[in-house]
């Protein structure tokens, strides 16, 4: 067993530009940080003898990445037809608006104020583009807005930054909500054990191959820093720095303060549900 089949969904290996299923491709933002891993997963969705596509996430206001996407299209002999955006951090939908431009599509998106066009997109929305289906999956917890896309020829689905390719992701208080994450979490897990699929194509990090057990890594980590963070509370720390100090202190400094919103969200959840 390779060290990534170990790994929870077992990660597909490095993250790269390229072919990810038979109908999706990733295009990789050059934004490498802490919290974007290796940079944001921009994702042409086509049929494979369809001559539209869509795209998911533009990601960043990048003019070399927008072009770049544009032109993988071209090249396979596709034109860009819909914009679709899991969430509207910058990282994902600040090049939106200029992606627009190049490409002359809508924005649909869950927020008003990124759509560029009249429809938005909601539970239950089917879209279908080329032949192509997506199903409209909410998904909200990272962000209030947060949305995934089903594709089921595919049996795959595109996460944004719900379920992330490595490690976990935050809870980005007070637009982000644990009680929100933790229903989202299980309707993705459902949509495994229930809809059959594998795939998960992230918005940051490598595609997981198992994606009931990304999704069960995810919920059973979610359960233990809340465990944590109740015992933290009931030892008597009181600020969120204080638990983030103690409860992360195997975490990377550089990411406590993304930490910290998580631990917010923790809070707001145990006070809300009488547990502090």
Not at 37 to 65: F, K, Q, R, Y
Not at 109 to 126: I, M, Q, T
Not at 244 to 262: F, G, K, N, Q, T
């Amino acid at each position: 067993m390779s060290d990534e089949a170990a790994l929870p969904g077992r990660p597909r290996g490095s993250v790269r530009s390229g072919p990810a299923t038979e109908r999706a491709v990733n295009i990789l933002a050059p934004n490498p940080s802490a919290m974007t891993l290796d940079g944001t997963n921009t994702w042409i969705v086509a049929e494979p003898d369809s001559d539209l596509a869509v795209v998911v996430d533009p990601g960043p206001l990048d003019e070399g990445h927008l072009r770049t996407v544009v032109d993988t299209a071209e090249k396979a002999g596709r034109r860009i037809a819909l914009t679709l955006l899991t969430h509207g951090h910058p990282d994902h939908a600040e090049g939106a608006g200029r992606f627009a431009e190049l490409t002359g599509t809508r924005v649909r998106a869950l927020d008003p104020a990124l759509r560029l066009g009249d429809e938005g997109l909601a539970a239950g929305d089917v879209i279908t583009v080329g032949g192509l289906e997506l199903r409209v999956v909410p998904t909200p917890g990272h962000t209030a807005d947060s949305l995934s896309f089903h594709l089921p020829a595919d049996r795959a689905v595109l996460t944004g930054d719900t379920v992330l390719g490595r490690g976990t992701t935050v809870v980005a208080h007070p637009d982000g909500r644990l009680g929100d994450y933790l229903d989202s979490l299980r309707r993705l897990r459902s949509l495994a054990v229930d809809g059959g699929v594998h795939t998960v194509l992230p918005g940051h990090g490598p595609v997981l191959e198992d994606a009931q057990g990304a999704v069960e890594f995810y919920l059973a980590h979610r359960a233990s820093r809340l465990a944590q963070v109740e015992t933290a509370v009931e030892n008597g720390l009181r600020t969120p720095a204080e638990v983030v100090a103690h409860v992360y202190a195997d975490v990377d400094r550089s990411l406590w303060p993304a930490a910290e919103l998580s631990v917010r969200a923790q809070l707001e959840y145990l006070s809300e549900h009488g547990l502090i």
